[in-house]
């Protein structure tokens, strides 16, 4: 029976449930966002089936996960990792099986990405980074500090990645220091980015009139849900996780999946690009000793993906 096993290295379909809070004066607008960001993921995941919901439209986050056929993952684009994700989400979720992710605020490449897509926003205007100042929009809580404590870990990563580690202020919509105070202190080159998931009144409505109250006087930026890099950072979470789920060893080519079988995992390019965005391994914040370790880890992996297409092509 030799010559009738299948040399296939593809692993089975694997499911993922993107969930984000939407809009609740407007919830189809939400649920065709999301639906934009998940198909920017299932580009980047081939074999996996990815679906979208958002809390905000009334039970599709139960119809989706009705439709899963196995014990999907769940992936909420939140800032925080508060009521919505510990609370709302699971009670929605009910009884059903699944394996939920951190939220995207809490992602470790999340401000690496964003210091790059600051840098570029301040060139694209003539500015270089240095002269800059930083603020950040979030919404904060009035009953508990979970929103801001992560906003706040946001802004103090950001400021360590930054050459003179220059002070980044944070105001807030729904507690103090309000964004209206904070704005006081801006000037004609302040880039002002919203820790936001996504777009909504919150950005078109409360930030503006909380800015022209302060009189601010720089930059406002899209929110940070809305960037180019997040369906990255998104699909390199749902492919670190399933590679946790199967203990799988790059250093072992030999790994046998959960599921007994020999075959080795396959591992998409998702995964194997870091934090910062290159796959090489050699950008500018590559040296820095959080990125040491992924970095490695990244090799790794682009060794193994090669030494695996060597077995394929021999199997062949």
């Known amino acids: 029976m030799s010559g009738t096993r299948s040399h296939s290295l593809k692993a089975p379909v694997t499911e993922a449930l993107i969930v984000s809070h939407g809009q609740p004066s407007s919830p189809a607008a939400g649920e065709w966002q999301l639906q934009q960001l998940a198909s920017k993921v299932s580009l980047l995941l081939p074999g996996w ?6 809390l905000a439209a009334p039970g599709n986050l139960e119809r989706e996960l009705g439709s899963c056929e ?30 939920q ?29 240095n002269s800059c100042n930083i603020m950040i929009a979030a919404h904060g809580s009035e009953t508990g500090s979970a929103a801001s ?38 000037t004609p080159r302040t880039l002002l980015l919203p820790f936001l998931a996504g777009t909504g009144s919150h950005l078109t409505e409360d930030i503006p009139n909380a800015l022209a109250e302060g009189g601010f006087k720089g930059v406002l930026l899209p929110a940070i849900g809305e960037a180019d890099f997040v369906a990255e950072l998104i699909a390199h979470s749902l492919t670190t996780a399933r590679l946790g789920r199967e203990n799988f060893d790059p250093l072992n080519l030999q790994h046998t999946a959960s599921g007994g ?20 391994g050699q950008c500018e914040c590559s040296q ?23 077995k394929m092509r021999q199997a062949a």
């Open 288 to 310: 820095r000793p959080i990125f040491s370790g992924f970095g490695f880890a990244a090799s790794l992996l682009e060794k193994l993906q090669k030494r695996v297409s060597g």
């Open 101 to 129: 992710l951190k939220p995207l605020g809490l992602h470790p490449g999340l401000p690496h990405r964003t210091l790059k897509m600051l840098r570029r926003e301040a060139e694209q205007r003539g500015w270089s980074l």
């Open 149 to 186: 404590d992560c906003a706040y870990y946001f802004a103090k990563r950001l400021r360590g990645l930054m050459p003179f580690k220059k002070k980044i202020h944070t105001g807030f919509l729904a507690q103090e220091p309000s964004l209206s105070l904070v704005a006081q202190v801006s």
């Open 261 to 280: 079988s020999s075959d080795a995992v396959d591992v998409p390019p998702a995964f194997t690009k870091i934090f910062c965005g290159e796959t090489s």
């Open 70 to 99: 196995a014990e999907p993952f769940v992936y909420p684009v939140f800032m925080a990792d508060g009521w919505f994700t510990k609370q709302a989400l699971p009670d929605r979720i009910g009884a059903v099986r699944v394996h």
């Open 49 to 54: 089936k990815i679906r979208s919901a958002t």
